[in-house]
């Protein structure tokens, strides 16, 4: 079968923001690229059963990214403590420019500036990204879709937390978080609160009913609403800044512990705690450097003595100064690897420990799923850059796999291919719904 142009998959970075592949993979003089394979965030599994049962592809995919981009070498960042799965796919490694990078079992060991530095000993630039330093990082699903060469339109999951079976299912794009979770065989999310993503940087689900699986879905963790994490993350942010205003004592180890500040990056958590207890943040500078912050989580989740929220702090400074022009090309000095770095890192199962998640840390193992969907909605934009135009109208009867949605011209996006057959219902500016015929 004849390869399709990577911009007509619908391929983007499915760990993340959702940065369309084709424009990632379109980069040129690149020394080093790196597969996310770290899968750092507590619960989640679906990579390491991707790289087990769909190694093959996973290799296709792999190898025409290394063609792309003309890269040199290419590693697979994957924990040690995988040793049997690590060995496995050394072994099945079908080219020479692929090696394996055994990782640490540290939080958060697949941000993209711990893996630039891991696999080339680079550190990337103030505001720059790891281009500039020769580096491409994709992720595992993502090279998955790449070597399958066929328009995206499923989404591989795992299912978490407080479910009868953790699994990770491979789902078409656009069905409801409920009707994923049911099958592991949740029924009700009475209750619970549903995270999308880790439990350090996903996101809560507003109504699992109606918010639908995306292409960046990575993982679906249903919890207690009374779980102390749910519990974070419904707070307030005026609460959150009251909370920062009155308890911090300035202990600085939200910042000791910042892995970007041990990279030698110049975030301080603590400063933006010091901002909400002095002045307002278009008063002060003192949380300038927020605009470093990777939102981690690890400040306000683990290091914090008193549990107040630095993470918080920073996302509202950042968002403030970044509003307000400041940019990090302003800083013109280079970061420096901190000389504790190795001695500061957070284990994973301390951190599990931390977040109350002990009695929920299974494996999720692959399990095929046979599901008919009868509707789906497909958001117009499940990824960085601008929505894309809608190819149908309502009424028009689609085929699974067909092009949908298309990106306007000379603009960033990711095409939309219909993931399941039927009549076209809705169109929208916001999605497209496809009702089976």
């Given at each position: 079968m004849a390869e399709i142009a990577v911009a007509e998959l619908g391929l983007v970075g499915c760990g993340g923001a959702g940065f369309p592949t084709h424009v990632k993979l379109a980069a040129q003089n690149v020394d080093h690229l790196i597969v996310n394979a770290a899968e750092c965030e507590p619960l989640l599994h679906k990579d390491k059963e991707i790289l087990k049962h769909a190694t093959d592809e996973f290799f296709k995919g792999l190898i025409r990214a290394i063609d792309l981009t003309g890269a040199k070498q290419a590693h697979i960042a994957m924990k040690r403590k995988y040793a049997d799965l690590l060995a496995?796919?050394?072994?099945?490694?079908?080219?020479?420019?692929?090696?394996?990078?055994?990782?640490?079992?540290?939080?958060?060991?697949?941000?993209?500036?711990?893996?630039?530095?891991?696999?080339?000993?680079?550190?990337?630039?103030?505001?720059?990204?790891?281009?500039?330093?020769?580096?491409?990082?994709?992720?595992?699903?993502t090279l998955l879709n790449l070597g399958r060469n066929r328009p995206v339109t499923t989404k591989i999951l795992s299912l978490a937390g407080a479910v009868p079976n953790p699994m990770t299912v491979e789902v078409p794009v656009g069905i409801t978080v409920l009707e994923a979770l049911a099958l592991s065989g949740l029924k009700s999310v009475d209750?619970?609160?549903?995270?999308?993503?880790?439990?350090?940087m996903g996101r809560l689900v507003r109504d699992p009913r109606t918010d639908v699986v995306?292409?960046?879905?990575?993982?679906?963790?249903?919890?207690?609403?009374?779980?102390?994490?749910?519990?974070?993350?419904?707070?307030?942010?005026?609460?959150?800044?009251?909370?920062?205003?009155?308890?911090?004592?300035?202990?600085?180890?939200?910042?000791?512990?910042?892995?970007?500040?041990?990279?030698?990056?110049?975030?301080?958590?603590?400063?933006?705690?010091?901002?909400a207890q002095l002045a307002p943040f278009n008063d002060q500078n003192y949380a300038i450097d927020a605009i470093f912050c990777s939102e981690c989580g690890l400040c306000s989740l683990f290091s914090c003595p008193e549990g107040l929220p630095?993470?918080?702090?920073?996302?509202?400074?950042?968002?403030?100064?970044?509003?307000?022009?400041?940019?990090?090309?302003?800083?013109?000095?280079?970061?420096?690897?901190?000389?504790?770095?190795?001695?500061?890192?957070v284990g994973i199962e301390r951190l599990i420990k931390r977040l109350g998640l002990l009695e929920y840390d299974h494996k999720s193992p692959w399990t095929p799923v046979q599901a008919r969907y009868e509707q789906v909605r497909l958001p117009?934009?499940?990824?960085?850059?601008?929505?894309?135009?809608?190819?149908?109208?309502?009424?028009?009867?689609?085929?699974?796999?067909?092009?949908?949605?298309?990106?306007?011209?000379?603009?960033?996006?990711?095409?939309?291919?219909?993931?399941i057959s039927g009549r076209v219902s809705s169109v929208d500016t916001g999605a497209i719904v496809i009702t089976r015929a």
């Amino acid at each position: 079968m004849a390869e399709i142009a990577v911009a007509e998959l619908g391929l983007v970075g499915c760990g993340g923001a959702g940065f369309p592949t084709h424009v990632k993979l379109a980069a040129q003089n690149v020394d080093h690229l790196i597969v996310n394979a770290a899968e750092c965030e507590p619960l989640l599994h679906k990579d390491k059963e991707i790289l087990k049962h769909a190694t093959d592809e996973f290799f296709k995919g792999l190898i025409r990214a290394i063609d792309l981009t003309g890269a040199k070498q290419a590693h697979i960042a994957m924990k040690r403590k995988y040793a049997d799965l690590l060995a496995m796919l050394e072994k099945a490694i079908p080219d020479r420019r692929i090696a394996m990078l055994p990782l640490g079992d540290f939080y958060p060991s697949g941000d993209e500036y711990e893996l630039v530095y891991e696999a080339s000993g680079r550190l990337i630039p103030f505001g720059g990204i790891p281009l500039h330093v020769g580096c491409v990082v994709c992720n595992v699903e993502t090279l998955l879709n790449l070597g399958r060469n066929r328009p995206v339109t499923t989404k591989i999951l795992s299912l978490a937390g407080a479910v009868p079976n953790p699994m990770t299912v491979e789902v078409p794009v656009g069905i409801t978080v409920l009707e994923a979770l049911a099958l592991s065989g949740l029924k009700s999310v009475d209750g619970l609160a549903v995270i999308d993503g880790g439990p350090m940087m996903g996101r809560l689900v507003r109504d699992p009913r109606t918010d639908v699986v995306t292409k960046t879905t990575g993982g679906l963790i249903a919890l207690p609403l009374d779980h102390p994490l749910i519990r974070r993350m419904m707070t307030p942010e005026a609460h959150n800044r009251q909370i920062a205003r009155s308890a911090c004592d300035q202990c600085t180890d939200c910042s000791e512990l910042c892995p970007r500040a041990l990279l030698g990056y110049p975030i301080r958590p603590h400063k933006a705690m010091r901002t909400a207890q002095l002045a307002p943040f278009n008063d002060q500078n003192y949380a300038i450097d927020a605009i470093f912050c990777s939102e981690c989580g690890l400040c306000s989740l683990f290091s914090c003595p008193e549990g107040l929220p630095p993470r918080e702090m920073c996302q509202m400074a950042k968002k403030h100064h970044l509003a307000h022009g400041v940019k990090a090309t302003d800083w013109k000095s280079a970061p420096q690897v901190h000389p504790m770095r190795g001695q500061r890192r957070v284990g994973i199962e301390r951190l599990i420990k931390r977040l109350g998640l002990l009695e929920y840390d299974h494996k999720s193992p692959w399990t095929p799923v046979q599901a008919r969907y009868e509707q789906v909605r497909l958001p117009l934009k499940m990824h960085v850059g601008v929505p894309v135009e809608p190819l149908v109208r309502v009424g028009d009867t689609v085929k699974v796999g067909q092009l949908i949605g298309a990106v306007p011209e000379k603009k960033l996006g990711a095409a939309l291919h219909a993931s399941i057959s039927g009549r076209v219902s809705s169109v929208d500016t916001g999605a497209i719904v496809i009702t089976r015929a």
